[in-house]
């Protein structure tokens, strides 16, 4: 669909009725930083789907109907600094989800209904300075102190849940 378009930096399909997402859709979009999907009908993305996209800094999936992601589905996004999950239907994220997303910076899983997230999840992205949850979460805050520790003056949380259970 995209051949032929390597210079397209940024690419908005929103509100667009999307639904399937062929997996090597953005293989020839090597330079786009940003890509924005939000407001569709999406539930599964194929796990190779972003990995031609090495220069993506921003992605927006909010609005969707994503409820599972699979393990590898962001390990190419090696520059992404931006990702926005909120107003989907993710319950479990994946441990592995994040990894090497080593440049991430800000992270909206808000407005989903997440009732886990481990430790792993948060391992490999040092620099994540926003995180977004919402109340509609039910999350342990052991977890959130475990990234966002105490001591760390530029990284914070926003939106705790009122709720937590670390049982």
């Known amino acids: 669909m995209f ?7 940024h690419l908005f399909m929103v509100s667009s009725n999307i639904r399937i997402l062929p997996e090597d859709l953005f293989n020839n979009l090597t330079n786009m930083v940003q890509l924005d999907l939000s407001g569709n009908i999406i539930s599964i993305l194929p796990g190779k789907i972003f990995s031609g996209l090495s220069q993506l800094n921003s992605l927006n999936l909010s609005s969707n109907n994503i409820e599972t992601l699979y393990p590898d589905t962001f390990s190419t ?22 990894a090497n997303l080593t440049s991430l910076e800000f992270l909206d899983l808000s407005y989903n209904s997440i009732d886990n997230l481990t430790d792993t999840l948060f391992c490999c992205v040092p620099k994540l300075e926003y995180l977004y949850v919402s109340e509609k979460e039910s999350i342990c ?22 709720q937590v259970d670390c049982g």
């Open 77 to 98: 996004l090696t520059s992404l600094t931006y990702l926005s999950l909120s107003y989907n239907q993710m319950r479990k994220p994946h441990g592995l989800l994040l």
């Open 141 to 162: 805050f052991c977890i959130l102190f475990y990234v966002f520790p105490p001591t760390s003056n530029s990284r914070r949380i926003t939106a705790l849940p009122s």
């Open 3 to 9: 051949s032929g378009c390597t210079n397209v930096l």
